[in-house]
C-alpha cells in the first residue's frame, strides 16, 4: 500500500469511533473535536491501571516466542497498512501475540460478546502485530465492569471489515468531509460529543429528525475562576488553582472545575499554571480593573483550519456576510424589543412598533452600510427608553447610551458587562475552532474581536441587559457602589464582586432554546448557536437562524 508521513497513519481507536458513528470520527479526525464524559474519565482511569503495572517487552517475531510474556502500552505503527496505534497489552505464548484492549464498560448482551467497534479496533491492533511479523490469530477486550475477558477471532470476515474500515478512514481523512449525523440514533445520547455534534438539531434544521432530545448536563459542570485582587499571585498546587495575596492564599479552584481563569487588573501568573491550563484548554482572560477586555491566552489547540477557511471564504462574500450580518442584527432588535416589552413601563406609543419596524428592515437591507443605519436607529430607541425599565424610586437614570468612557452609573454596568459577553463569546469561538478576529458585520481591525462581536448581538439584551436590570432593581449595587472620576464611572471592588455574580447566574439561567424546545443554560445556548454558525459556514446548514426568545 501506499506510504504515508507519520501524522497522516490513521489512529487505531479512530477506528472504533467509525465504526461507532462516522460523524464522530470526523469531528474527531479531521476537526480536533473533543469532549469529556463520565464513560471517557472512567475508561482512562483503566487504561492508566494497565500501563501503571509492570512495563515487559514484546520479543522480537524472531525470537522463541513460545516462552510467555506481556508487554504494556506496545506502540506500533505501519505505513504500508496506514495505521498507527498503541495497544494496552500484548500476551505473547506458544507463537502467538494476542493484543488485549481494556473497556471500562461491560460485555454487550450479543453472541460475540462485544459490539463491533470494539471487535474492529482490537482486530486493528492484531493487524498492526501482523504488520510487523508477529503470529496474531486472536485478541482479547476486557471488560472493567463485567471482569471478563472475551476472546475475538480475527476471522476474514473481520479483517475485511476492519480494512474496509480503514479504507474508508483514509478516504475521509483525505476529502476534509464530515459526514452527516444520524437520525434519531440511541447512540447519540451517550456519546461524550453530542453537545458537539448537535445532531438532532442539525438534522431538526434540515427537515429529516423529528425529535430533538435534550442535551445533559443542561448547565456546564465547570466554572470561571474571577481574580481580582490587586498583586495576585496565581500558580498552581497540585491538581489546583491556588491564589495568594501577599503569600497567604486567599482562595482554591480545582483544574478540572474550572472552564476559564479571568484576571481583573495587575496580577501574576506562575509558567507551571499556564502550562496546566493550556494541556486542559482552559483559557486565561486579561480584563483592566475598569472592566475593558484586554484578550486572552489559549492554548494552540491545532484544530479548525478547514472549518477557518470557509470563515474566511465567507467573510471575503458580501453577499454572504451580508445574509449573516441581517440575522444577527434581527435578532438583538427582536431581542431588544422584548425586554422593553416585558420590563419597560409607561412606554411612549409607537416605541416597541419603531423597533419591530427595524428588525423587519434590517432582514431586506441592500448593505452593510444600509444595515449599520437601521441598527442604529433600533438601539437609539431602545436606549432613550432603556430608564423606564429601571425601579423609579432608585437614584438612577440613563439618558442615552454612552461610553469610552462611560459617564453615569448604568453605562458603566452594561460597558462592564459587554466586556464579559464579548470575553464569554470569544471563548466560545476558540473552543468551536473558529476565528474571533474574523467577522461580518463588524469591520475586521487589529485586536478586536469581529466575530465574537458579531454573534453577541442578539445576547445583549438577554445577557447584559438583563443582567444590569438585575442588579439595579434588586439593590445588588447601590449608588455609593461607583467612583466618578474625570476618566468616567468606574465600579467599587466589592460591587463589581458582586455584579460578576449576577452576570454569571445570568448566564447559567436555564432558557428554552425557541427552535428546538430545549431547555439550556443560557451559556450552553450560546455555544450552540456558535455550533450551528460553524455549520453553516461549512455549508452543512442551508442558513443561521439567530437565537431570539419569545
Known sequence: MLSEPSDMLVQVRTLNDLAYCPRRFGLERLEGQWADSGDTERGRNVHHRVDDGPKGSLPSPEEDSERPCVARSVHLGDPGLGMVGIIDLVESADGDAVPVDYKQGTIAPVPEGAWEPERVQVCAQGLLLRAHGYHSSHGVLYFAGSKRRVDVAFTDTLVARTLELLAEARRLTGSGEIPPPLVDSPKCPRCSLVSLCLPDETNRLLGIGEEVRPIVPARDDAIPLYVQTRGAHIGRSHDEIAVHDKK?????????????????????????????????????????????????????????????????????????????????????????????????????????????????????????????????????????????????????????????????????????????????????????????????????????????????????????????????????????????????????????????????????????????????????????QARLLARHLTGELPRYIPYKTR
Open 248 to 528: 497567604v492564599v486567599v482562595g482554591r479552584a480545582r483544574l478540572e472545575d474550572t472552564s476559564q481563569v479571568v484576571v481583573l487588573g495587575a496580577a501574576t501568573l506562575t509558567t507551571p499554571l499556564l502550562e496546566a491550563l493550556a494541556e486542559r484548554r482552559i483559557p486565561v482572560a486579561l480584563h483592566t480593573f475598569g472592566g475593558w477586555y484586554y484578550g486572552s491566552f489559549v492554548a494552540a489547540g491545532g484544530f479548525g483550519a478547514a472549518l477557518r477557511t470557509c470563515q474566511h471564504r465567507v467573510a471575503a462574500s458580501p453577499r454572504r456576510s451580508l445574509k449573516l450580518s441581517r440575522a444577527f442584527v434581527n435578532g438583538k432588535l427582536r431581542n431588544q424589543r422584548v425586554m422593553l416589552r416585558r420590563n419597560g413601563r409607561d412606554l411612549p406609543r409607537g416605541a416597541l412598533d419603531r423597533l419591530a419596524d427595524c428588525a423587519s428592515e434590517a432582514l431586506r437591507a441592500d448593505s452593510l452600510d444600509v444595515l449599520r443605519g437601521i441598527e442604529g436607529l433600533g438601539a437609539r430607541v431602545y436606549f432613550e427608553h432603556f430608564d423606564k425599565m429601571l425601579r423609579t424610586d432608585l437614584p438612577f437614570r440613563m439618558d442615552g447610551r454612552n461610553r469610552r468612557p462611560p459617564r453615569d452609573p448604568v453605562n458603566s454596568l452594561l460597558s462592564f458587562a459587554y466586556a464579559c459577553l464579548v470575553r464569554e463569546v470569544t471563548h466560545l469561538l476558540f473552543r468551536v475552532g473558529l476565528e474571533p478576529h474574523v467577522g461580518f458585520m463588524h469591520q475586521i481591525r487589529p485586536g478586536r474581536p469581529a466575530l465574537a462581536l458579531d454573534l453577541m448581538e442578539e445576547f445583549r439584551p438577554l445577557v447584559a441587559d438583563s443582567a444590569v436590570l438585575s442588579a439595579v432593581n434588586n439593590g445588588v449595587v447601590k449608588a455609593d457602589d461607583f467612583q466618578f472620576r474625570s476618566t468616567g464611572v468606574l465600579l467599587k471592588d466589592g460591587a463589581r464582586r458582586q455584579f460578576i455574580r449576577v452576570i454569571e447566574r445570568r448566564l447559567d439561567e436555564l432558557a428554552t432554546h425557541p427552535v428546538f424546545g430545549t431547555r439550556l443554560s443560557l451559556r450552553r445556548i450560546m455555544e450552540v
